[in-house]
């Protein structure tokens, strides 16, 4: 296994597809992220919207990633568009989540005081709801992050001809199981380097919606 890491490193073909990976997941991910902000806030902000967003956006949490791809494929090829998508789908789930339930979250009691004040609409986002969701988006970050990782790994494994999923793919079919077990090495560490981030992210911001 560490003689196949050493060549696919020499040869370019480690890098080369892992930089794929990761442009992947840069628009995947920050495409899920913005729409899963925006849906979080709107229920955690609106009773109405809740009624109306929440039950599908469940049917949709509910189907896997991997079953969205033939409809997907029908609708948009096998081209990139179709791994974003779904990047952005696994991105999409937790980050809502948190953001929903960490507005919803917020103490009565300083909802109750911003209303005292009559605090007008951005005044009260600023000074309640961003502080008080700021670390449920942290916490959604770390679990959206490790979702849409898993995501683009299958999406790799099933329509991809390139990537380091499809590297897994290629060592597989030519019955090189160092080279399998060397790409399950390498998203592992990804993976690892990803949520070691996110974690200090969260350090850094232990105790900021108390402090604010």
Known sequence: VWIALKDLYNSGELWSNLSVSLSRIGYGFSAGIIVAL????????????EAYIWPTFK?????????WIPLLILLVGI???????????????????NV????????PQLVEVAEVYQLGTWSK????????AFLSFIGGLRLSLAS????LVAVELLASSEGIGYIMVYGR???????????????GLVGFVFDALIRLIQK???GWDQVN
Do not use: C, Y
Not at 59 to 67: K, S
Not at 89 to 94: C, E, F, H, M, T
């Open 38 to 49: 925006a849906l979080g806030l709107a229920m955690g902000l609106s009773r109405t919207a």
């Open 59 to 67: 049917v949709i949490n509910l189907v896997p990633v991997v079953g």
């Open 79 to 97: 081209d990139e568009a179709l791994k974003i998508i779904l990047i952005a789908k696994a991105a999409l789930v937790p980050m809502t989540i």
């Open 100 to 107: 929903f339930k960490g507005v919803r979250n917020i103490s």
């Open 125 to 132: 986002f600023k000074n309640l709801v961003l502080p008080g």
């Open 148 to 151: 849409a990782w898993g995501a």
């Open 173 to 187: 079919q030519i019955f090189q199981l160092d080279v399998v077990l060397a790409t399950v090495v390498v998203i």
């Open 204 to 206: 850094q911001f232990r």
